[in-house]
Every structure is written in structure tokens, then in C-alpha cells.
């Protein structure tokens, strides 16, 4: 568009609008008080490339695609990444079919995006079953998903891609073409739907000809009804279905907004609203009565005003594609809020609604904000300051006739214009009332108490007028008049006996009964750790509605006092203890409490060291405790006011949060965490994306369930991951295992990659799970991998390993028998020399074995050769070359074999099964045990114990 329409739309046509539009002029105010929704704004910094955006979709994993000035962004929460078009231009149009496929549409080119072999994602053109004279083109201005095939929209033509082919449409001019209920709708000088790839004209539509309405945009309305938007001539509602339909206008609140910022694109982003983006005005939501619901501009967060797309993504949040960055819009969040950009620049103390207008105490003045009208030119909801009033504004009280503000300004009337004075000027925390003294309220002060006297002016004369509520006598009693209270009182409350109980920041809790008439005879007594309080310091006392119990939040928890029915008690008999009701799940980890707060419904508000949260009753009776609501608000909570509405206040340093109870979003909603990337971390090769995983089955794992098998030397792997929850998704953590390797899970993190460095060889599976804000788990991404041996660990090696073994065996084997024929051969030639005659050693080894069966020479455990030939009377190599030539033993083979067979009948005999085995060696005459079994496994096979046991079972 040129800038000479432009300047014709924005000065020319506004003009006589204003003059001629009943919407403008007549328009009646209306109370909108959503404030301002969670927005993350994401700039071309941060997901480095064009600032200008075009498109938006989202596909089945969650995983978000942009339309970029550059090509197209990936986006799952955490990494950027983008994809290029052949032709290296920008990315005007973005689509997504039934099955997934991601379509794009630029400039002279259109196509999908693919994964690899790897599984990343690639674009793949598909102009290429185009004839020549048909790629004469510029861009694709949007692209339609039908059950009949894709459609592209381009300068000046219509493809259509089906079944692997595409026909050219021709059409007139240069229209615009939309899909809804499955058709094919193209704007040209009416309306044309496609009916065998022929526009027919839709009666009755010549008046929304190109030439009068300029841009036009059409949506799904009701049964076979659709909504029109028109840039300059509103809305229209239009049947589809026969008999011929007659155009009507659609009157709503939000032709102005688009007929001065200049509508752009229109979508329905749920049954009953719908969203426009404008040139010059951000984005404006209407319902399907055409009642505007919210405007979302620069003044109310959105980073800038000129929105090129919207897209609604799977958990109802809305994405805009901007002319500069990318916008995430929390439409679907009962938090919004008030700061800055609605006149809240610091620290909101306190709130409250007096005759229908809401008032904020803050820590630099008084506000008010006042009943909403919408403007199409700079629309904004702001608060405005009162007056005069710039201190801080702590607190609100609010009597029968009047409501008052206190501070660092002292205390004011606030509702009454012409009363500006001052009626107390040092600094206010907090005001009190007690039915002891209805005519009086309680002043908490820096360091004491005070009180001030309200009551009507001439009430006889001014009964029954409306000045009786404006006309107020007011009289200050000071601190002098309560000098024995000290302290920095920061809440007043009263009992069921009129009583006042003062919360101290730091001097404990102070008791306060009244004994008389006058305000000023009371009884005061200090409450603190002798009465059962964890600590003197920051202890704030509230009020149990539901049986008048005085609660005070602490450092440890929450405590309660029982209070006697008699109202004479001794105060120094009071003791707090731990609340064990409502209050357990808050005791049971024992938190520091500081604000409660109690509404209609039975809910306790409180504000401990986690932040903001609910205890509910259930239908037994027991409170239950979430936080989910409130987790992202941030900055320190001051004061917490719940109206009857449901509408809770939350004032804070960060500025006013509002929360809808109405507004019913499920905090357990499904995402999944993804692997997006595998890589071998020594040269960072990329083994896997997870583009063409299958998530049907609620996990996110590769097609081939068996995995890749890595070399050894690629041992040291890297993974990568993210979840595609973008609510404040700085806060997901993940938790991962590496099963085969790792024993537990890891610890939750923030991090988005692990490296695994050295792993063996051996099967493994790489499991990673997310946590969003809400502490809710994502379904766990799968991989799994092997790692391969090292080559001297593989099979091959290991029989190389059994041949070389079995080669040096026998080569010992061969070289033993080598060296004892050696061995042998020396002994017999040892023994030629002598001169015993075969007759002779006959003799002498048939005396030698009769002397060891009768005479057992071997139980000797000193036998040795030398004593042996002493006592069988045979010389001692005589001996000597009996063992070896005619017995072929050594001489302790010899003595150990009888002592072996000893030992088996000691063993065996049923007499002697008390023995233990040492003592059995040292009978038969060995010198220890350890010589024992060796020498009788190796006469026998088997140990000594085991053989005892063998002949037992026997």
C-alpha cells in the first residue's frame, strides 16, 4: 500500500468519520478492567535474523514456525534456527496440513519443509512441476489448506497442489483468496467461490467490489454464516448455504479501531472471538456479538503496532508476526496487570472500590482509575493521579459516609472534591475500627497509635439529606493520648470483643483492651516469644472469620491464640501455637507468612516464602493447597484484596496483578520435551534431529527404535533439548538418565544440553523429560544408541585371543614334556653310576613300602629324607633312586600320598566328623592348612571340605 493512501486513510477518511460515525460520537463509556496480558517480546537480536515477520504456524510436536524476511524460523522454546527458500528471499505465507507438512509461500517460489535423513528440516521447492510460462510470479500471499488440495495465493495467479500436481487458476486482477468450511473464497469485484476450479460470483456481493472496500478479510461465523471484515466499510454477515443470501452490515465496537489503524489480517481464535491485526494499532479482539473484548497495542506491552499475522497456538496463546520482532500474547492466563504503561510506574501498596471507582495506594501518590472508552487513535487505559497526593499512599478505610486514604501524606477524605484538608499530617501505615467505638477510627503511625473521631456535622438539621453524607465532623486524637503504645504499627485488627490487636514490625504483637468509655483507658499488654511466637519480628495478626480465632503469620508459620469468653482474661496468659487446621500444608514445612487473606468463598489467600497461593476446602473438609495461578507474578507482594466478584487485586513492586477466577485455564495441559539435536562431541558431526520422529504415541523417539552404533572412538556424545511450552519458558528445567550407564535421574536444570564423554561399549537410552512453571512434566523424549568395542574387544579379536592362547598352551604343553624326558634322562644317568643290582632294589623297595604301611613314618610332620633312611635302615640315595626310577616320584609325592589316604579315612570315618579340617592336617602330618589342601586337591581333585561333605551325603 502507497504512502499516498495511507495519508489518505489516516487524516481523510478519520476525518469524516468523526463527523459522520454514531460509534464516535456516541459511544458510551464502559468499565474494562483487564488489564494488560503476560507478553514476551522476542527481537531480531534474539532470534538473529530480518525483523520483519509474516507468518505463523505451529506443527504437531508444538515446535513454532515464522514467516521471516530471511526464510523461515524454527522456534521450541529455546533455539532459533532458520530455514532458507531456494531463492533466498523472504517468507511472505505460512500452512500446515492434516498431515503435518509445513507449506511456505515467498517471492517467485513456493514449497514444504522435509526432514533428511538426519531429520532436520529442509526447504524443498515445488515449482518445479510448473511449466516456464507459469513461474512468472511474485509473491505468495497466503496459502489454503482444503481437503481438495493446497492452494497458493500469488501475484497475479492461484496454484493448486494435489496428489503430487499443480493446475494454474487463472483469475481477474490481482483478488485475495481465503479458505473457510472447506472453500475456496476469492475477493475480487464481489465475491467468487471455487467450484471446479471456476469462480462463480456469490449474489448479492457486488457491493464489496475490490474497487470499493479495498482489503477484505473473511471468517467462519455461525452454521453456514461468514464474517466479512472490511479495512473501510465495517463488517458483514453473509449465508453460504441456499437460497441466495443478502449481505447485511454487522454493526460492532471496533469499526472505528479498524477503519483509523488500518486492518491488516482477521482470524477466529476461538468459537465466540475473534482477532484483527492492524497497521497501526496492534491487535484487537472482538466477541461474535461484536462487542470489543481487549485491545493489545504498544501502550499495553506488544512491542510494535504494525502486526503482519496471529496465530492462536495449541494452549490457546496468541503469536504475532510483527513488522519488527515476534510477539507471544497469554490470552489464556486469568492474570493480567497494571504497571507503567498503564500510569503505575512504582510500587503498588494498596487497593480498594469506593461507589464503584477503584483506587490504588502507591509508594509515590494516590490513583484512581477511571471507566474505560476505547480511542482509535493511541488507545490506552491509564491511571490517573489524584491530585496534590504524590507520597506514598499505604492504606484505605472506608465508613459508613466516607472514604479515607493514609500515608506519608497523614490522612484525607478522598471522596469528597471539595474537601481537600489534611486532617492529620504524620505518616499513616494502616487504620483500624472497634465496635467499642463506632465513631472512631485507628491510625498505626510510625512509632505509636492514634485516632480519629468522625462523625456527622448538625445531624439533627441534615437528617435524610444527601449532604448528611458529606457533612463530617472529624476530630484528631493523638499518640499522647496512647503514649504507652510503641512501635512501628503496621495492621490493626479487632476481636469479637472490641478489642484491638496492633502488629508491630519488630517489638511483637500488642494487645489492646479497652476498660471503659473513653478511647483512652484501655490495657495494654506486649505479646511475644514468652507466648508462644517463633520471633519478636514480623509478625502480622489477622482475624479467623469462621470462628473469630485471632491467627498471627510468622517467620515459622501460622500460629493461633485462643481468646476466653470472659473479656476480664488475663492477656499474660495467652499462648500461640501452631494452627493445625486450614493452616497444615503451610505448617507442615513451616514457611515465613506474612499476608492472609480470607473471601466469601472459604479460601485462604497467603503469602509465604514461595510467593502467592490458595488453601481451598474440599468436600471433607480439608484445605488444599496450589500455587499454579500465580506463579508468574513477581516482585514483592504488599496487599492482597478480594472482591465479590471473584475478581482478586494483587499489589505488588512490580505493579497490580489482577486475577479472574472465572477465567478457567488447565495447568496440566500436554507438551512434549524433544531431543532436537544428537551430535558426537569430539568433532560435533550431527547423528540426529528430531524432525521426523512420531509423536502419536506420547513419545518423541527416532523411527528406528533400535538407534544408531556408534565407533568406540565416537564415544563422547552430545544431546541437545527443549520443550515447546512457551509460557514464561525461561522457567522449564529439565531432568534426564542415561539408562545403561546412569543409575538415577538427574536433577532438575535449566540447562538444554548434557555431553556423555567415555562411555563402553554396550546398549543405552537417553531419556529426557521437561518441568514448566506450573511443576507440570512433559511426556519423556526417547533415544536410543549403541557404542561398539574397542577393536581389541570385538568378537574377532577375542577369537584371535582363544587361537593364541591355545598356540601357547600346547607350545608349553610340548616344551614341559620336552623338559621332563630331559629331567628323566639326567636322573637315570644320576643313577648308573651306582651299584645296586635290580635283585637288590627289589629288595629294598619292598622293605621301603612295608615300613611306610606298618611303622606310618609320614605322621611325622619333621620326616625328612635323611630320617627316613635312619629308621627303614637303607641308605639315603638308595632311597633316592628307588622313588625315582622305580616309583617315578619325588620323595615328599611319596609321604604326601600316604598322608592324602590318612587323611580320606579321617575324613570319612562317622567317629571323626568333629575334626575340623586343620585338625585332620595336623594329624597326618602336614605343618598348615594352606599346604594341606593344596596337596590334596591335587592327589584328589577336590578340596578337603568338599570331600568331607561328599562323604557325608553318602
Not at 619292598?846 to 627303614?872: G, I, R, W
Request: with cysteine; charged share 25%.
Amino acid at each position: 500500500m502507497n504512502s499516498a493512501i495511507k495519508r489518505v486513510l489516516k487524516f481523510i477518511i478519520p476525518s469524516v468519520f468523526i463527523l459522520l460515525s454514531p460509534g464516535l460520537n456516541g459511544q458510551t463509556p464502559k468499565s474494562n478492567e483487564a488489564g494488560n496480558p503476560f507478553i514476551r517480546n522476542y527481537t531480531h537480536k534474539e532470534y538473529n535474523a530480518h525483523h520483519q515477520n509474516w507468518a505463523v504456524v505451529q506443527d504437531k510436536r508444538g515446535v513454532m514456525y515464522i514467516g521471516n524476511g530471511d526464510g523461515v524460523l524454527e522456534f521450541d522454546g529455546h533455539y532459533w534456527r532458520l530455514i532458507r527458500v531456494s531463492n533466498h528471499s523472504l517468507v511472505r505465507s505460512l500452512a500446515i496440513d492434516a498431515e503435518g507438512t509445513i507449506y511456505a509461500g515467498a517471492v517467485g517460489e513456493f514449497g514444504c519443509l522435509a526432514p533428511d535423513t538426519a531429520g532436520q528440516l529442509n526447504y524443498i521447492s515445488l515449482t518445479h512441476h510448473l511449466k516456464d510460462e507459469d513461474k512468472n510470479f511474485t509473491d505468495v500471499w497466503s496459502i489454503h489448506v482444503t481437503t481438495r488440495g493446497i492452494y497458493f495465493k500469488t501475484t497475479p495467479k492461484i496454484f493448486h497442489y494435489y496428489n503430487g500436481k499443480i493446475n494454474v487458476i487463472p483469475v481477474a486482477s490481482n483478488p485475495f483468496a481465503f479458505a473457510v468450511m472447506n472453500e475456496i473464497i476469492i475477493h475480487s469485484d464481489g465475491l467468487y467461490v471455487l467450484k471446479e476450479k471456476e469462480p462463480r460470483l456469490l449474489l448479492h456481493t457486488k457491493e464489496l467490489s475490490k474497487d470499493v472496500t479495498r482489503l477484505l478479510f473473511i471468517l467462519p461465523y455461525k452454521d453456514d454464516q461468514i464474517l466479512i471484515a472490511t479495512q473501510n466499510k465495517g463488517f458483514y454477515i453473509y449465508n453460504l448455504a441456499p437460497p441466495p443470501s443478502i449481505l447485511k452490515r454487522f454493526p460492532t465496537e471496533i469499526d472505528d479501531y479498524i477503519l483509523y489503524n488500518l486492518l491488516y489480517l482477521s482470524k477466529k481464535i476461538s468459537p465466540h472471538r475473534y482477532a484483527f491485526s492492524t497497521l497501526n494499532g496492534g491487535i484487537v479482539i472482538m466477541d461474535d456479538k461484536g462487542k470489543l473484548v481487549r485491545i493489545i497495542n504498544k501502550n499495553r506491552g506488544l512491542q510494535k503496532n504494525m502486526v503482519h499475522d496471529i496465530f492462536v497456538d495449541r494452549h490457546q496463546n496468541l503469536w504475532a508476526a510483527l513488522n519488527n520482532g515476534i510477539s507471544y500474547i497469554e490470552l489464556n492466563s486469568p492474570i493480567t496487570l497494571f504497571n507503567e504503561k498503564n500510569g503505575l510506574e512504582e510500587t503498588v501498596l494498596c487497593i480498594t472500590r469506593h461507589r464503584g471507582q477503584l483506587y490504588v495506594g502507591a509508594i509515590d501518590g494516590l490513583y484512581y482509575l477511571p471507566a474505560y472508552k476505547s480511542e482509535p487513535l493511541n488507545d490506552n487505559h491509564c491511571f490517573l493521579r489524584v491530585k496534590n497526593i504524590n507520597s506514598g499512599c499505604w492504606a484505605f478505610v472506608k465508613t459508613k459516609r466516607a472514604l479515607f486514604a493514609g500515608g506519608n501524606f497523614g490522612v484525607i477524605r478522598i471522596d469528597d472534591p471539595l474537601d481537600k484538608r489534611v486532617y492529620v499530617k504524620e505518616l499513616v501505615y494502616c487504620f483500624g475500627h472497634s465496635r467499642t467505638f463506632p465513631r472512631h477510627i485507628f491510625l498505626g503511625h510510625r512509632n505509636g497509635l492514634a485516632a480519629l473521631e468522625i462523625k456527622p456535622q448538625d445531624a439533627e438539621v441534615m437528617k435524610g439529606t444527601k449532604r448528611n453524607e458529606r457533612n463530617l465532623e472529624i476530630k484528631h486524637i493523638s499518640k499522647d493520648k496512647f503514649k504507652d503504645v510503641h512501635g512501628k504499627i503496621r495492621k490493626i485488627i479487632e476481636d469479637n470483643h472490641g478489642n484491638l490487636w496492633l502488629t508491630t514490625q519488630y517489638n511483637g504483637i500488642i494487645y489492646l483492651r479497652f476498660t471503659g468509655k473513653d478511647i483512652t483507658n484501655f490495657r495494654m499488654c506486649r505479646l511475644g516469644t514468652k507466648h508462644g511466637l517463633p520471633r519478636m519480628d514480623w509478625n502480622w495478626v489477622y482475624l479467623l472469620p469462621a470462628n473469630k480465632q485471632i491467627i498471627a503469620a510468622t517467620q515459622k508459620g501460622i500460629y493461633k491464640v485462643d481468646i476466653p469468653t470472659d473479656p476480664g482474661f488475663d492477656p499474660g496468659t495467652l499462648r500461640f501455637i501452631p494452627e493445625s487446621t486450614f493452616a497444615k500444608p503451610i505448617n507442615d514445612v513451616s514457611p515465613a507468612v506474612e499476608h492472609i487473606y480470607f473471601d466469601n468463598q472459604g479460601r485462604v489467600w497467603i503469602v509465604a516464602d514461595e510467593g502467592l497461593g490458595i488453601l481451598s476446602p474440599d468436600q471433607k473438609g480439608t484445605f488444599q493447597w496450589t500455587r499454579n495461578p500465580f506463579k508468574k507474578i513477581e516482585g514483592e507482594i504488599q496487599k492482597i484484596w478480594v472482591e465479590d466478584k471473584g475478581i482478586a487485586w494483587i499489589c505488588t513492586s512490580d505493579g497490580l496483578f489482577r486475577y479472574d477466577s472465572s477465567v478457567k485455564k488447565n495447568y496440566e495441559a500436554d507438551y512434549q520435551a524433544l531431543i532436537r539435536k544428537v551430535s558426537l562431541h569430539n568433532n560435533d558431526p550431527v547423528i540426529f534431529y528430531d524432525a521426523n520422529t512420531n509423536t502419536s504415541k506420547g513419545i518423541n523417539q527416532q523411527p528406528d527404535a533400535s538407534g544408531p552404533v556408534f565407533k568406540y572412538k565416537d564415544n563422547s556424545i552430545m544431546f541437545e533439548y527443549a520443550a515447546p511450552f512457551y509460557e514464561h519458558a525461561e522457567a522449564n528445567r529439565f531432568n534426564y538418565i542415561l539408562e545403561g550407564f546412569d543409575k538415577e535421574w538427574s536433577g532438575w536444570t535449566v540447562d538444554t544440553k548434557t555431553v556423555y564423554t567415555n562411555l563402553p561399549e554396550g546398549n543405552y537410552c537417553f531419556k529426557v523429560k521437561a518441568k514448566n512453571i506450573f511443576e507440570h512434566e512433559s511426556k519423556a523424549a526417547v533415544f536410543n544408541f549403541s557404542v561398539s568395542p574397542p577393536w581389541q574387544r570385538t568378537i574377532f579379536a577375542y577369537i584371535g585371543y582363544g587361537i593364541g592362547l591355545l598356540i601357547i598352551i600346547i607350545l608349553a604343553y610340548a616344551a614341559h614334556r620336552q623338559h621332563l624326558k630331559h629331567a628323566i634322562l639326567q636322573e637315570q644317568r644320576k643313577y648308573e653310576k651306582c651299584h645296586l643290582d635290580p635283585q637288590k632294589t627289589e629288595e629294598y623297595k619292598k622293605k621301603l613300602l612295608h615300613f611306610m604301611e606298618t611303622q606310618k613314618p609320614y605322621l611325622d610332620n619333621e620326616l625328612c629324607l635323611s630320617s627316613l633312611s635312619k629308621a627303614v635302615g637303607i641308605q639315603r640315595h638308595y632311597i633316592s633312586q628307588i622313588l625315582n626310577l622305580k616309583l617315578k616320584q619325588t620323595f615328599w609325592n611319596f609321604v604326601n600320598e600316604y598322608r592324602i589316604n590318612e587323611a580320606k579315612k579321617l575324613l570319612s570315618h562317622p567317629g571323626k566328623k568333629n575334626l575340623s579340617i586343620l585338625q585332620v592336617a595336623y594329624e597326618v602330618g602336614f605343618n598348615s592348612g594352606v599346604s594341606f589342601n593344596r596337596a590334596f586337591k591335587r592327589h584328589t581333585g577336590m578340596t578337603p571340605s568338599k570331600y568331607k561333605s561328599t562323604c557325608i551325603k553318602g
